[in-house]
């Protein structure tokens, strides 16, 4: 396994994606699902990914790693650059097999719903097992051995028991630290987290929160943070990348979205998170309208449809991405901060 320089590399992009599509081929025709998405993540850094239900939040990060099903999915363009040695491998090139050592040893997942997730007629300590066996070449008793010490990182009581139990048998919190425990096995370098607290309660999600945190100090990882939640990404990411129909409509630092949005989708979303601390209650905004078909190839701004600022060009052609300030970036033709002046 060809593990970072961690000094060597601080502070550098690990994984760099330009133009990404995806469509899906269906009997009703063709999904554009993604329309050239381009971004990218530093060593050691948080970004968050932000968006509605369909924006391409989770196409995005499967299509990195072939997780697809092909058909009806098809990756038909881009690049998507992985920095884990000297040379950057093209991830959208590998056949099988390369892309299966890279998934689990440099790239970990975690996936929305670990009871899918997990097999479910495989304990969860051979589960762990097998992904050391694949990657490290660890002996199957030495793999269980890691299994429980793995499970009891993450906080699981009892981890020797667990170990011995299936996926059925634990909580849904626990379901989702298994989870976690299986996707750093192999210490990767990058951990993509797919809204790993969804349908959890509140305390629970707190827990998974900090332990990702926690995890991503001791083991010196980069993580893509998948999430509906503003407030999630407000305390725990570096920068924050906003997809609407399979575009990237925004990427800033994250006090960056919160104080200066430069795209009228950025600015709906923060007018649907409560306030903290406000003596007059205010209506939460909502945005009107639906998503675009993506069944239609985009020829405009697909936000164009619910837009409040919308103008003629918008809908005579798609807006490139532009520099807004340091580090900041919206694909929009307006300035919004004066117009919203």
Same mark, same amino acid.
């Given at each position: 396994?060809?593990?970072?320089?961690?000094?060597?590399?601080?502070?550098?992009?690990?994984?760099?994606?330009?133009?990404?599509?995806?469509?899906?081929?269906?009997?009703?025709?063709?999904?554009?699902?993604?329309?050239?998405?381009?971004?990218?993540?530093?060593?050691?850094?948080?970004?968050?990914?932000? *968006?509605? #239900?369909? $924006?391409?939040?989770?196409?995005?990060?499967?299509? +990195? =790693?072939?997780?697809?099903?092909? /058909?009806?999915? !098809?990756?038909?363009?881009?690049?998507?650059?992985?920095?884990?040695?000297?040379?950057?491998?093209?991830?959208?090139?590998?056949?099988?097999?390369?892309?299966?050592?890279?998934?689990?040893?440099?790239?970990?997942?975690?996936?929305?719903?670990?009871?899918?997730?997990?097999?479910?007629?495989?304990?969860?300590?051979?589960?762990?097992?097998?992904?050391?066996?694949?990657?490290? *070449?660890? #002996?199957? $008793?030495?793999?269980?051995?890691?299994?429980?010490? +793995? =499970?009891?990182?993450?906080?699981? /009581?009892?981890? !020797?028991?667990?170990?011995?139990?299936?996926?059925?048998?634990?909580?849904?919190?626990?379901?989702?630290?298994?989870?976690?425990?299986?996707?750093?096995?192999?210490?990767?370098?990058?951990?993509?987290?797919?809204?790993?607290?969804?349908?959890?309660?509140?305390?629970?999600?707190?827990?998974?929160?900090?332990?990702?945190?926690?995890?991503?100090?001791?083991?010196?990882?980069?993580?893509?943070?998948?999430?509906?939640?503003?407030?999630?990404?407000?305390?725990?990411?570096?920068?924050?990348?906003?997809?609407?129909?399979?575009?990237?409509?925004?990427?800033?630092?994250?006090?960056?979205?919160?104080?200066?949005?430069?795209?009228?989708?950025?600015?709906?979303?923060?007018?649907?998170?409560?306030?903290?601390?406000?003596?007059?209650?205010?209506?939460?905004?909502?945005?009107?309208?639906?998503?675009?078909?993506?069944?239609?190839?985009?020829?405009?701004?697909?936000?164009?449809?619910?837009?409040?600022?919308?103008?003629?060009?918008?809908?005579?052609?798609?807006?490139?991405?532009?520099?807004?300030?340091?580090?900041?970036?919206?694909?929009?033709?307006?300035?919004?901060?004066?117009?919203?002046?």
């Amino acid at each position: 396994m060809v593990k970072l320089n961690r000094d060597k590399i601080r502070n550098k992009k690990i994984l760099d994606v330009h133009n990404l599509v995806t469509r899906f081929h269906t009997f009703d025709g063709v999904v554009n699902a993604l329309s050239g998405v381009t971004f990218h993540l530093n060593h050691g850094e948080t970004l968050g990914v932000v *968006g509605e #239900s369909g $924006s391409g939040k989770s196409v995005t990060m499967m299509s +990195l =790693l072939h997780l697809l099903p092909a /058909p009806p999915a !098809k990756i038909e363009g881009g690049q998507a650059f992985y920095y884990g040695d000297e040379a950057p491998v093209d991830l959208l090139t590998l056949n099988k097999s390369g892309i299966s050592r890279i998934r689990g040893d440099h790239i970990g997942f975690i996936f929305q719903d670990a009871l899918s997730a997990l097999n479910p007629v495989m304990t969860v300590g051979r589960q762990i097992g097998e992904t050391l066996v694949e990657h490290l *070449g660890m #002996s199957p $008793s030495a793999a269980m051995k890691r299994s429980v010490e +793995l =499970l009891a990182y993450v906080g699981i /009581p009892e981890p !020797k028991k667990r170990a011995a139990a299936y996926p059925h048998q634990f909580s849904g919190g626990m379901r989702q630290r298994a989870m976690i425990a299986l996707s750093i096995a192999c210490e990767p370098n990058i951990i993509i987290a797919d809204e790993p607290t969804t349908a959890l309660d509140v305390t629970v999600q707190a827990q998974i929160i900090e332990l990702v945190q926690r995890l991503k100090k001791e083991m010196d990882m980069s993580v893509i943070w998948i999430t509906h939640d503003l407030g999630v990404v407000a305390g725990m990411a570096d920068r924050v990348m906003v997809m609407y129909a399979g575009h990237v409509v925004e990427t800033a630092p994250v006090d960056d979205i919160f104080y200066r949005p430069s795209h009228p989708y950025t600015i709906k979303l923060l007018g649907a998170l409560p306030k903290m601390g406000e003596t007059v209650h205010h209506r939460l905004e909502s945005i009107d309208g639906v998503p675009p078909d993506l069944l239609e190839k985009p020829v405009h701004c697909q936000y164009a449809w619910r837009c409040h600022m919308a103008r003629e060009r918008c809908w005579e052609d798609i807006p490139k991405s532009r520099q807004m300030g340091d580090r900041h970036r919206a694909a929009c033709f307006l300035d919004v901060a004066k117009e919203e002046a």
